[in-house]
Structures are given as C-alpha cells and as structure tokens.
C-alpha cells in the first residue's frame, strides 16, 4: 500500500510462477555477491526483507549513504531500507518483469489538508492483509467495495 488510493497486487494465476521463484531466490541469494559501489537503479537485485528475513527480488530506489539503500520490491509492491550487504546480484535467469502490478483506485483522490493517520491505520491493516496476499481477481471489487464504507475514511465512491 502506497497511500489511500495506491497499492500492488499480484494475479492469482501466477501462484505457481511466485513459488518458483521464492524458492530460486532462497538457492540462489545467499551464495550471491553483494552489491559493490554504485547499484545499477535499473537492475533487479535480491533483497533480504527484514521481517522474514527471506529473499525477495528488488530494484534500488536510492542510495542513502555508503551503507544503505532504500529498495522497493518488485513483485510484492513493499520498500525498505536495507544495508548493502543485503542487496545481492542475482542470476540473469531471474531478470524479468515484476509480478506484482501498482492499482489507483479510480475516481478518488485524497483531498487537500486530509489527516491520513485514521485512514490509514485501518487501510493498512486491511490492504497489507489482504493485498500482501495473492488476491483472486473476483474478489478484488467486493474488497474495493469494503474500503470505499471505511467509515474514518471520508471518501465516497461516484463510480461504483
């Protein structure tokens, strides 16, 4: 989740295509070389995520300082700032388009002067539930749905 109307989400059908690579990522990372002098802000590299501290696919979204990074994981939508000695090269097999596309909620906007932190206690809660999850495209409407009566929220859909 972005913000109040930004998030990623991954198609269901791509379950098996996710396990694949979760388990490529857990072979091939912690033999890898860690990411030397200036990273390459195009390239994808594996992340060590810190809360699980399992390997994800990542791209560098800025250089910190000389120790680290912040990365935003590509096929999960999530960022953090991580140490360079957990950013690593990865094999060419596993360059490829990320899996996880970023969604905006049509029709909304966050308005002007808006306090987010009632929104956003409880979207966060809601969408990284749910959105961190492999969503079924048949479901993601209701989900959008339930959002739009959030009642600390303010918004209103006039498109659905």
């Known amino acids: 989740v972005e913000d109040a109307v930004t998030f990623w989400a991954q198609n269901i059908k791509r379950n098996d295509d996710i396990l694949k690579l979760s388990c490529s990522l ?8 860690s990411v030397f002098g200036n990273p390459d802000l195009t390239k994808i590299y594996g992340g060590r995520f810190s809360e699980d501290k399992c390997w994800y696919r990542c791209k ?31 094999p060419e097999s596993l360059q490829f388009p990320n899996v996880a596309k970023k969604y905006r909620l049509w029709g909304l906007q966050i308005p002007p002067n808006q306090d ?4 956003d206690q409880v979207c966060h809660r809601l969408l990284a539930q749910t959105m ?15 959002i739009f009566f959030i009642p600390c929220c303010g918004y209103v859909a006039d498109h659905m």
Do not use: H, T, W
Request: charged share 15%.
């Open 132 to 146: 961190n999850c492999l969503i079924n495209p048949n479901y993601l409407q209701i989900i959008m749905k339930l």
């Open 116 to 119: 987010l932190n009632q929104f």
């Open 26 to 33: 857990a072979e091939a990372c912690p033999r890898a070389n």
């Open 60 to 90: 560098v979204l800025n250089v910190i300082n000389g120790e680290k990074c912040q990365v935003l994981y590509i096929d999960y939508g999530n960022s953090e700032i991580l140490n360079r000695s957990e950013i690593v090269e990865i």
